[in-house]
């Protein structure tokens, strides 16, 4: 019986003992915040990709340069032949000129080099006449500047310096993986490098020259002179006047002979007169 009693005192003990220790308990910490997954940040656009190579000897960005055209072909090498004709064509004034005077377009120059040139007939250039030889040097540079890269968004036709008008002098530009073609119509060349390359003025190499196609076409021959047909009247009345020389012509000559027949006459009557007398 004492065992029975002791047994369930114990019981009871640790059911208080549970209970009490149940509501001691401290309460369930609260969880923290969840932390905002960090931000991906958005890659990088990369930069597109140019069309056209540069060249090893490409003097790009050389500050001891600048902007003097004839620097840069110079140490380019192998424009010799360009550099002259800017010169005795006096194109590399205007070229300079716009260069300092624009504020946005800038000046693309398309550069034959000697080569180049070599492919021409020869004495071809010095077959042109003064203004063609500008208009031939003046075509080879774009009013805008391109960089390497955006050859693609250019618009055909594209005007040169020679374009006096929207319907002269035009290339086509075509663009497409690594590759910028031009067609003038008589020529397609290829540009093969970068030469130069700022934010206003770009120099690219180009494997021909850029003959237009206004220059390979055929001269107009003159229209031969027509005759003019006198009027009718004045051909009536130069027939009358024709006619009326030849009267007076006539009777001239017959009041010529009538005279020298009657002196005839005379002259046989008084020398049978003088030989009757005599006899």
């Keep these: 019986m004492k065992q029975i009693i002791f047994f369930s005192v114990l019981v009871l003990s640790a059911h208080i003992f549970f209970i009490t220790t149940k509501a001691q308990s401290p309460a369930a910490a609260p969880k923290p915040p969840a932390k905002p997954a960090p931000a991906t940040p958005a890659p990088a656009t990369a930069p597109a990709k140019p069309l056209v190579p540069s060249l090893p000897q490409s003097p790009s960005s050389d500050?001891?340069?600048?902007?003097?055209?004839?620097?840069?072909?110079?140490?380019?090498?192998?424009?010799?032949?360009?550099?002259?004709?800017?010169?005795?064509?006096?194109?590399?004034?205007?070229i300079n000129a716009q260069l300092v005077t624009t504020k946005s377009g800038g000046l693309t120059i398309l550069a034959p080099d000697d080569g180049a040139f070599s492919q021409l007939k020869a004495g071809y250039f010095n077959s042109l006449g003064e203004r063609q030889q500008k208009e031939l040097i003046q075509f080879h540079v774009l009013p805008v500047y391109v960089s390497s890269s955006n050859f693609d968004s250019l618009s055909n036709p594209v005007l040169t310096l020679a374009s006096d008008s929207p319907s002269g002098y035009q290339m086509n530009v075509t663009a497409y993986g690594?590759?910028?073609?031009?067609?003038?119509?008589?020529?397609?060349?290829?540009?093969?490098?970068?030469?130069?390359?700022?934010?206003?003025?770009?120099?690219?190499?180009?494997?021909?020259?850029?003959?237009?196609?206004?220059?390979?076409?055929?001269?107009?021959?003159?229209?031969?002179?027509?005759?003019?047909?006198?009027?009718?009247?004045a051909k009536d009345s130069s027939s009358d006047d024709d006619q009326g020389e030849t009267t007076k012509a006539t009777s001239g000559a017959i009041n010529l002979i009538s005279l020298h027949g009657t002196m005839f006459v005379s002259l046989f009557v008084g020398l049978v007169a003088a030989i009757t007398i005599s006899s």
């Design 63 to 94: 500050s001891s340069s600048g902007q003097d055209i004839i620097k840069i072909l110079r140490k380019a090498k192998s424009f010799n032949t360009l550099i002259r004709l800017l010169k005795t064509t006096q194109i590399i004034n205007q």
């Design 178 to 233: 690594n590759n910028v073609n031009i067609s003038t119509g008589s020529v397609n060349a290829t540009l093969t490098g970068i030469v130069y390359s700022d934010k206003t003025l770009a120099i690219y190499h180009v494997d021909k020259v850029l003959v237009p196609l206004d220059f390979s076409k055929p001269k107009a021959l003159a229209p031969a002179p027509t005759i003019a047909k006198a009027p009718k009247g």
